[in-house]
């Protein structure tokens, strides 16, 4: 028998809680689906249940999405939890807080359905793809999980400049379309993955970026062009 993957739906809005019920329910997919319409139901439910994904809605009522997240932190119930906070705020400063607090995805509403099915199936691939090409390699010694987003992201983003005459922004565009998601999703995603390597700072890293990358994180341009000209990537 089949251990069911446990989601709760964290989201104030019974019409959204639905229609990403019903979407859920229609991938063919075993799920057991809880709901939650507030920051403390949120709270009560994680705390007497353990949940694979949390689909957790930034703006509600009694406790918001951060003070959520700052709860799971505070009583070490991230463990093998999969975060993904939907918002309709795009603020960066409101994201970054997203997180560092232990979000593993933020998408704006109004989203792609396909591009959640997508994001749910990586989080929650428990068999990930690790053959090694070229720039996973890379961003694997770098010592950026190959369960983020961004690690996906980069590598995509390192194949298109590295082959074509073209801008970061206009890859990041390339990379959202074949993604489904926005061009600001890309961009904030690559952003936490190099948070993470900057964070490790391993022997790699530093022979790639330098000494001053000890004190400084590299924007995401620079970190994404030292890669495409490194000698071992070239």
Same mark, same amino acid.
């Given at each position: 028998?089949?251990?069911?993957?446990?989601?709760?739906?964290?989201?104030?809005?019974?019409?959204?809680?639905?229609?990403?019920?019903?979407?859920?329910?229609?991938?063919?997919?075993?799920?057991?689906?809880?709901?939650?319409?507030?920051?403390?139901?949120?709270?009560?439910?994680?705390?007497?249940?353990?949940?694979?994904?949390?689909?957790?809605?930034?703006?509600?009522?009694?406790?918001?999405?951060?003070?959520?997240?700052?709860?799971?932190?505070?009583?070490?119930?991230?463990?093998?939890?999969?975060?993904?906070?939907?918002?309709?705020?795009?603020?960066?400063?409101?994201? /970054?807080?997203?997180?560092?607090?232990?979000?593993?995805?933020?998408?704006?509403?109004?989203?792609?359905?396909?591009?959640?099915?997508?994001?749910?199936?990586?989080?929650?691939?428990?068999?990930?793809?690790?053959?090694?090409?070229?720039?996973?390699?890379?961003?694997?010694?770098?010592?950026?999980?190959?369960?983020?987003?961004?690690?996906?992201?980069?590598?995509?983003?390192?194949?298109?400049?590295?082959? /074509?005459?073209?801008?970061?922004?206009?890859?990041?565009?390339?990379?959202?379309?074949?993604?489904?998601?926005?061009?600001?999703?890309?961009?904030?995603?690559?952003?936490?993955?190099?948070?993470?390597?900057?964070?490790?700072?391993?022997?790699?890293?530093?022979?790639?970026?330098?000494?001053?990358?000890?004190?400084? /994180?590299?924007?995401?341009?620079?970190?994404?062009?030292?890669?495409?000209?490194?000698?071992?990537?070239?």
């Amino acid at each position: 028998m089949c251990n069911k993957t446990k989601i709760l739906i964290a989201e104030d809005n019974l019409c959204e809680r639905k229609i990403i019920s019903d979407f859920l329910s229609n991938l063919n997919k075993i799920y057991d689906i809880d709901f939650a319409s507030n920051g403390e139901e949120t709270i009560a439910r994680i705390s007497s249940k353990r949940y694979d994904l949390l689909i957790l809605d930034f703006v509600m009522e009694n406790k918001d999405g951060l003070e959520v997240l700052d709860f799971i932190n505070k009583n070490s119930l991230k463990n093998s939890l999969k975060i993904i906070v939907i918002s309709a705020i795009g603020k960066t400063e409101i994201i /970054k807080k997203a997180f560092e607090k232990g979000a593993d995805y933020y998408l704006k509403k109004s989203f792609n359905f396909e591009h959640l099915k997508n994001i749910i199936n990586d989080l929650l691939d428990k068999n990930i793809d690790e053959n090694l090409e070229t720039e996973n390699f890379i961003i694997k010694k770098l010592g950026i999980p190959i369960n983020l987003f961004g690690f996906k992201y980069i590598c995509q983003v390192l194949k298109i400049i590295k082959n /074509k005459n073209i801008s970061i922004s206009e890859a990041y565009r390339a990379v959202a379309k074949s993604s489904g998601t926005s061009s600001e999703c890309v961009e904030i995603n690559i952003r936490n993955a190099i948070k993470h390597a900057h964070k490790i700072q391993n022997n790699y890293y530093i022979k790639i970026f330098g000494e001053s990358a000890k004190l400084k /994180k590299p924007k995401n341009s620079v970190f994404l062009y030292t890669l495409a000209n490194y000698p071992e990537f070239i």
